[in-house]
Nanobody
Framework: QVQLVQSGGGQVQPGGSLRLSCAAS????????LNWYRQAPGKQREWVAE???????NYAESVKGRFTISRDNAKNMVNLQMNSLKPEDTAVYYC?????WGQGTQVTVSS
């Protein structure tokens, strides 16, 4: 059974940084595509970033240059480092692999 368990997040001022983590079980992150999505209040869930099987990464334009997705094969985890955070980054963030989703983590950017 696949499980994705998230940690991290919280509240930070604009310009600050946060790190999200997603611990996977039932899959090997080194041979899977892992994604991060987010959903802001009143909006549809949107894709944020992905790390592909060969380690290539892709980002939504809105986060490019500020967010970094990485994979820790030894710990079977995927992380999302978020820098230069903006109020519009406020959302619930989700780790994803195919049809499996993490439980969601609140990120709030506010002064």
């Amino acid at each position: 059974q696949v499980q994705l368990v998230q940690s991290g997040g919280g509240q930070v001022q604009p310009g600050g940084s946060l790190r999200l983590s997603c611990a996977a079980s039932g899959i090997n992150v080194s041979v899977n595509v892992l994604n991060w999505y987010r959903q802001a209040p009143g909006k549809q869930r949107e894709w944020v970033a992905e790390v592909l099987r060969r380690g290539n990464t892709n980002y939504a334009e809105s986060v490019k240059g500020r967010f970094t997705i990485s994979r820790d094969n030894a710990k079977n985890m995927v992380n999302l480092q978020m820098n230069s955070l903006k109020p519009e980054d406020t959302a619930v963030y989700y780790c994803n692999n195919q049809c499996y989703w993490g439980q969601g983590t609140q990120v709030t950017v506010s002064s």
